[in-house]
């Protein structure tokens, strides 16, 4: 499998999550996407994105995602997403195909009417989530990268 570039609209945004995720720290290009809209997941807080016309999602690109991190990036999204190829306009300008995990059609009933809001989560959502990462899934820390 060949290295893929990975559109981040949710808490992957944050290095912090990222790093705890994929044990690597990545750097990214702003991007906006086009015709989707980000909702948060009921009684969590992260997001999941749906089609819609004329919405936009802002969020970050990661260039050059290695087979080995992309399948802890699938592992940690994990069965409720998957993964879809888009178009999204990079900060400057220009066009790039890239995949983002999208909720799968049978979950979407999960999101709220709340739109998600990456400022709102890192000043109230960030060590919460964090937390859960750490406490509730063991098996992801437990991997050794961290």
Known sequence: MS????????????????KAVTGQYFSGKKALLDNWVRYRVHQSEYPGILPQADAQVPGVVFFAIDPETLAKLDEFEGEKYERVEVSVTLEGGNRQQVQTFAIRREYRHLLSQESWDYDRFLENGLARFISWFVEDRRDFSDRGDL
Do not use: A, E
């Not at 290295?3 to 990222?18: A, N």
């Open 3 to 18: 290295k893929i570039d990975l559109f981040c609209y949710g808490t992957l945004q944050s290095p912090m999550v990222m």
